[in-house]
């Protein structure tokens, strides 16, 4: 086991004697560490990552999202922090629905900010607390969560630049080609191919 593994292993060690409760269970890579986190500990556990524990991750590098849509909880949020003195990697990862958010850690990591709206635009995972919480890679209009496993691939309208209103425009999808088949089931559904 090489030094960087050793260290990261003795503090990974060192964190569950303290906050033991908090994680439900913890993967080791080469050269990360995934700890898998209460929903109600997240904020807590990166507190204590960023001011109080001996090895400061004072970078919050990224923020995304997975969907799951057989599972009870079927998103998975992790959060990719960063320890720049020494060669340490965690993600925090932890799970959700549709109805029950996240804690927002905006306030800790000013870069979370951005990479929460992501998440919330491409996913629908609500993070409270969150100051402006709003679309950032859709359109205002925009209705569901692209990235969710269960929305459709096809649909009924498009969106095209008008260029005698000077706008996008919503309109009913026109189908240039003949014989074009919709198939509107999700292949997530079915566990077999037509």
Known sequence: MDEGRSGLVSMILNLLTLIGNWVTAVVLKPNFAILIVKPKYLKNLLIFFKYFFGNNFSTLMDVWGSDYPHRIWRFEVNFLILNLSLPYRIVLRTFTNEYIPISSVSDIYSSSGWLEREVWDMYGVYFSGHKDLRRILTDYGFSGYPLRKDFPLT?????????????????????????????????WENNYID
């Open 155 to 187: 649909g009924y309208t498009e969106v095209r630049y008008d260029d005698t209103k000077k706008q996008v425009v919503l309109e009913p999808l026109e189908v240039s080609q003949e014989l074009r088949l919709f198939n509107f089931k999700s292949p």
